[in-house]
Nanobody, 126 residues
């Protein structure tokens, strides 16, 4: 079992930045690919970004490419999501998720992930 806890959310003005953290306990996070997803009110959950086990490969949704950056520190058992140039449409609850077995084709699919955190709220005001 892996327990994931997100932090770093909050209220920020448009154009601002936030850094989300996803801290793992229970098992070493280096055994898992990690993804970030988000869900806005009355909208479906959507993929944001993902990172491979060793951090060598990263993937982004088109909507955040060039603005967000995912990274990981396996020594700290933590994955980060640096969010810059935030827009009101980025407002959502952000979740991190860990997957033991995932492929490039499936990493955007939430059901392919094994463990989820409880989420952290990000609100971007205009």
């Amino acid at each position: 079992q892996v327990q994931l806890v997100e932090s770093g959310g909050g209220l920020v003005q448009a154009g601002g930045s936030l850094r989300l953290s996803c801290a793992a306990s229970g098992r070493t996070l280096s055994n898992y690919a990690v993804g970030w997803f988000r869900q806005a009110p009355e909208k479906e959950r959507e993929f944001v970004a993902a990172i491979s086990r060793n951090g060598g490969k990263t993937y982004y949704a088109d909507s955040v490419k060039g603005r967000f950056a995912i990274s990981r520190d396996n020594a700290e058992n933590t994955v980060y999501l640096q969010m810059n140039s935030l827009k009101p449409e980025d407002t959502a609850v952000y979740y991190c998720a860990a997957a033991e077995l995932i492929t490039r084709a499936t990493m955007t699919v939430g059901n392919e992930y094994d463990y989820w955190g409880q989420g952290t709220q990000v609100t971007v005001s205009s």
